[in-house]
């Protein structure tokens, strides 16, 4: 499994050749302030590989509510963002008290509620998320990633055991160029094992 760097240089290198508007939108590091400030938020520590991406890339400016993406219409979210979402969907949560679920699920992932204070989302696509989750199932992994759907539309799906594992899949499949690139430079995983299979090019119109 590539380091959490490693892997962030390879996806800054393709990005650099193919899609250069989303290089120049990825945002500098996090400070350590922001990053204590999420982790007194959602009372739980960040995990070291979540730390260190944002250490390295603070999400991608006009990402979160604009039109610059990572892949596959995901915004990659700073953490001001991340804490905003957080704040909404954990009030909303507390506030309506909504069910979870509706699919079956991995009994590595809680599904006692529609949404948990320990799930961080650190990507948005139209409110689909995905999410570094810190309070885990009773066979889960504290670190693991999931994709969660806002509108319960379609099942939540583990994407890996840990953030750097997640990363380093995405870089891998940038490295070997395994994605197309649609009209407006934005960048689509072919044969995707992560991320949204449901979005098309014409999410973008």
């Known amino acids: 499994m590539t380091t959490v760097p490693a892997a962030w240089r390879m996806i800054e290198d393709v990005l650099r050749e193919n899609a250069h508007s989303i290089f120049l939108a990825l945002?500098?590091?996090a400070t350590d302030t922001q990053l204590r400030r999420l982790e007194s938020n959602v009372e739980r520590q960040l995990?070291?590989?979540f730390?260190?991406?944002?250490?390295i890339h603070d999400g991608l400016r006009g990402s979160f509510l604009g039109q610059i993406r990572l892949f596959d219409y995901w915004a990659f979210l700073p953490l001001t963002a991340i804490q905003a979402v957080w704040k909404t969907m954990?009030?909303?949560?507390?506030?309506c008290e909504f069910g979870g679920c509706q699919f079956e699920v991995t009994?590595?992932?809680k599904n006692d509620a529609h949404w948990r204070v320990?799930?961080?989302p650190f990507m948005d696509a139209d409110g689909d998320k995905?999410?570094?989750d810190l309070d885990p199932g009773p066979k889960g992994k504290v670190g693991q990633v999931f994709e969660w759907s806002n509108s319960g539309s379609f099942p939540m799906r583990l994407l890996a055991d840990s953030f750097d594992e997640w990363l380093s899949g995405i870089a891998e499949r940038f490295s070997k160029c395994y994605f197309r690139l649609d009209e407006f430079g934005g960048i689509w995983l072919?044969?995707?094992?992560?991320?949204?299979t449901s979005r098309s090019t014409s999410s973008q119109a």
């Open 118 to 120: 320990g799930w961080v």
């Open 190 to 196: 072919d044969n995707q094992q992560q991320g949204r």
């Open 90 to 95: 954990t009030d909303l949560q507390a506030e």
């Open 47 to 49: 995990p070291k590989d």
């Open 107 to 109: 009994t590595r992932i």
């Open 51 to 55: 730390v260190k991406s944002w250490k």
């Open 27 to 29: 945002r500098k590091p």
């Open 130 to 132: 995905v999410v570094i």
